[in-house]
């Protein structure tokens, strides 16, 4: 097998059981000279696909990389045009400055989680660091993006980018961090034409996503430490002050990169590391079931679903192994690609997104609650597409709803029922009027089996599990 060392200019060689990271050779790079614990799957290959596409800062032909440790592997053809690159398993530290390299990037923005903040920050080896000491750093670590993307900390945020400047946007962290930083690039392409003197709104972000013809954004290179794969879209969300979920989408809000290093989800609290993780499972089950998808979609998404399932399980019984993680972003980055191929968003999505925003309930929690009862509400109508759901969950005998129900019971921190999540009855027929009043079309679009009563969303959401 060859090895990384022969192919490409960044190599990682086995020391004593330790993995010291080489990096090309110029003066950035110098400084990040690591070591760090190896595991199995730390041997490198790459494969690579040309794609056409226009890149920021008039780079225009591009060669989608996509850097595998042993394991899952993401074929071609899930990586959507635009996107330079996808890494997986490699050490965040020596591909991201890697990468910054090839961008010739001079003015860095860093956006992250708090969780995230001891991996990149604290000493002359950190990634923040070496980039303050190199006098790249655009402005200070930026941390103000809370869960789901509150208004107030984005839009702080972009003015900071803004101000700083920015070239380049760096996110390491969870979906809101993600998002936050395709809204932070489509701020940034405004320089120039007089819309961002007053500081950023909302409203003027999302006018900024329909100009057409779009300008080019500057690069994104994101670093997740969790499963939610909000990374591997088009899309960007964000709760308002008034507890609404809003956003935008534009092909260009894909970030450039991805880089996957499971050593950033060391530490996570339960909550977090398997409430994503069961994200990937409802961004399948919508792409499989959506009224819009296709036989294509519907393989790919069943594909990723069984990488989830299989590691999901694993991660149970070992929540820190490198390899079981790495295989996670893998299906989950297959599952999201499929939805994101024209079934966008499924109607557990959707629905979801609204319930987290209005009651500040983490996403994974929201798809403990619904999914396994959305499924079963529709399954009259859907019941042949979740057979096959049932078979890549490796029980086709078994109704799928009861299969999720059954998953989701095995994972610590997430929860299943409305109280567990502080959101009592009331507030649930409170929810279910309100979207009965204001989404019904949009749901019913989305949905194999029509709603026509408020009823129907409430029973829906509230049937008891055991029932399934």
């Not at 690579?48 to 920021?56: N, Q």
């Not at 993600?178 to 690039?185: E, N, P, S, V, Y």
Request: hydrophobic residues 40%.
């Amino acid at each position: 097998m060859k090895t990384a060392l022969s192919r490409t200019p960044i190599f990682s060689v086995l020391v004593f059981g330790f993995t010291k990271t080489c990096y090309r050779p110029h003066c950035i790079l110098a400084r990040a000279f690591s070591l760090r614990p190896a595991f199995a799957a730390e041997v490198h290959f790459r494969r690579s696909v040309a794609i056409t596409s226009r890149r920021s800062f008039g780079m225009c032909r591009t060669t989608s990389i996509i850097d595998m440790s042993a394991g899952e592997t993401i074929a071609n053809d899930d990586v959507p045009p635009g996107m330079k690159a996808v890494r997986v398993g490699v050490p965040f530290l020596s591909a991201t400055m890697d990468e910054l390299a090839s961008f010739g990037s001079k003015k860095v923005f860093v956006l992250a989680n708090n969780s995230s903040r001891k991996f990149i920050e604290g000493d002359d080896s950190k990634f923040v660091d070496i980039l303050k000491a190199e006098g790249m750093l655009a402005a200070p670590l930026c941390t103000s993006i809370g869960m789901g993307g509150g208004e107030t900390g984005l839009l702080a945020a972009c003015d900071e980018a803004y101000e700083a400047d920015a070239d380049i946007v760096v996110t390491v962290g969870g979906g809101a961090v993600q998002d936050a930083g395709k809204l932070i690039r489509l701020w940034l392409s405004t320089k120039g034409d007089g819309g961002a003197k007053e500081g950023a709104t909302v409203a003027a972000i999302q006018a900024a996503s329909s100009r057409d013809p779009m300008p080019a954004l500057p690069p994104q290179i994101a670093v997740p430490n969790s499963f939610a794969m909000a990374e591997a879209t088009k899309v960007a969300g964000l709760t308002t002050r008034a507890k609404t979920k809003s956003g935008a989408a534009h092909d260009a809000l894909m970030p450039t990169v991805i880089i996957y290093d499971p050593a950033l989800s060391s530490g996570l609290p339960d909550w977090a590391r398997f409430g994503t993780a069961l994200r990937g499972v409802e961004h399948a089950v919508g792409a499989v079931t959506h009224p819009n998808s296709n036989e294509d979609i519907r393989s790919r998404a069943l594909a990723g679903l069984r990488i989830i399932d299989k590691n999901l399980k694993k991660l149970v019984k070992e929540p820190e192994d490198p390899t079981t993680m790495s295989n996670l972003y893998v299906g989950g980055f297959i599952a999201i690609r499929a939805l994101n191929t024209g079934c966008y968003p499924a109607l557990g999505h959707l629905i979801q997104n609204q319930y987290s925003a209005k009651y500040d309930v983490h996403q994974g929690s929201c798809s403990g609650i619904m999914c396994a009862r959305i499924m079963e509400y529709h399954r009259p109508v859907s019941g042949e597409l979740q057979k096959r759901i049932s078979a890549a969950l490796g029980d086709e005998g078994t109704p799928a709803p009861r299969l999720v129900r059954n998953l989701v019971a095995t994972l610590p921190a997430v929860s299943t029922e409305h109280e567990q999540a502080k959101v009592t009855d009331e507030m649930v027929k409170e929810f279910t009027q309100c979207m009965f009043d204001s989404s019904l079309k949009r749901y019913n679009a989305l949905s194999p089996k029509e709603f026509t009563t408020v009823d129907d969303i409430y029973v829906m959401l509230t049937k008891p599990l055991a029932d399934l």
